[in-house]
């Protein structure tokens, strides 16, 4: 069954300091998308990455890195040199190609506190 | 050049009542979604639009819960009877294809069932 699992609820760290969001997913399937979104407090959700099941590259985007490991079935998103402006609720996502990408499934979502 | 619209941003409506949930996606995105988040809750899936069609709509969680979408553009959620359960923010996204593409969501529309 496709399934999103981010086991952390909330994070808090100080600013400054790196936080590691985990997703894990299940899939049946050899070909998916996998995305992170941010929900800052504004409310509007904001696509951050995207990456398809046959590019196991990380990816960095300034402050911004993602681990993603088919053995695990994770990917993960680190903030380096964390801000109060990285504060929001962050979305994992997963679209399969079985279903012809038409359903999009996310997590629970990750709420981050950075304090000043 | 204006995103995802959606309207009413808020709504009180009494328990029994109908409701209407409008979105007015990007010009020229084909694909539309609704989701629901309730609070501390993630985004729950609930219909997906391809042009006018419903190829998916096994999120909905009632039969009390219905979506159409007219001219490949602007969508109606309604939900009939309202419960309590029912409270929550509604959420629409589209995106120019289909589910690989990155999805365009809209401020959505904060329901209170009272």
């Known amino acids: 069954a496709q399934k999103v699992t981010q086991a952390q609820t909330e994070i808090s760290v100080v600013e400054k300091e790196d936080v590691t969001l985990d997703c894990v997913y299940e899939?049946?399937?050899?070909?998916?998308?996998l995305f992170w979104y941010k929900q800052p407090p504004s409310g509007e959700l904001v696509f951050l990455i995207r990456?398809?099941?046959?590019?196991?590259q990380n990816e960095i985007s300034g402050r911004y890195s993602w681990n993603f490991q088919k053995s695990t079935s994770s990917f993960n998103f680190t903030i380096t040199a964390s801000q109060v402006v990285d504060s929001a609720v962050y979305f994992c996502?997963?679209?399969?190609?079985?279903?012809?990408?038409?359903?999009?499934?996310f997590g629970k979502g990750t709420r981050l506190h950075i304090l000043p | 050049g204006a995103g995802v619209s959606q309207s009413p941003s808020n709504k009180v409506t009494e328990k029994g009542k109908d409701v209407e949930l409008r979105c007015d996606p990007i010009?020229?995105?084909?694909?539309l979604y609704w989701y629901r988040q309730s609070l501390g809750q993630g985004l729950e899936f609930l219909i997906y639009?391809?042009?006018?069609?419903?190829?998916?709509k096994s999120g909905l969680p009632s039969d009390r819960f219905s979506a159409e979408r007219t001219g490949g553009s602007v969508s109606t959620l309604t939900i009939q009877r309202t419960q309590q359960e029912d409270s929550a923010v509604y959420l629409c996204?589209?995106?120019?294809?289909?589910?690989?593409?990155?999805?365009?969501f809209g401020n959505g529309t904060r329901l209170t069932v009272t």
């Open positions: 639009f391809q042009g006018n069609s419903a190829p998916d």
């Open positions: 996204a589209s995106a120019p294809g289909q589910g690989n593409s990155p999805l365009h």
């Open positions: 990456r398809n099941s046959f590019d196991e």
């Open positions: 899939t049946r399937d050899t070909t998916y998308y």
């Open positions: 996502a997963l679209s399969e190609a079985r279903r012809g990408f038409d359903k999009i499934i």
């Open positions: 010009s020229g995105h084909t694909a």
